[in-house]
């Protein structure tokens, strides 16, 4: 399987999280790199993972993996 790249334009770094959101409820999750599929799914690579930002007033949830 070949490694999956993060969703920003011009971005060749490895994806390490995946981004939805749910405009309803102004969230977005962050999560372990989901099943690939979902085409409202962005892959983030670890320095856009951390600089991630959300409108005012939205809330982000983030699901990390337990390591152990």
């Known amino acids: 399987m070949l490694d ?8 060749a770094r490895e994806a390490v999280t995946t981004l939805t959101y749910d ?3 102004q969230m977005a ?4 790199l989901g099943a690939g599929d979902d085409p409202h799914a962005h892959d983030l690579c670890a320095i856009h993972t951390s600089r991630m930002s959300v409108p005012k007033g939205w809330v982000v949830v983030r ?6």
């Open 4 to 11: 999956r790249l993060c969703s920003k334009v011009g971005c």
């Open 23 to 25: 405009y309803g409820d």
């Open 29 to 32: 999750v962050l999560g372990p």
């Open 63 to 68: 699901h990390e993996t337990l390591r152990v």
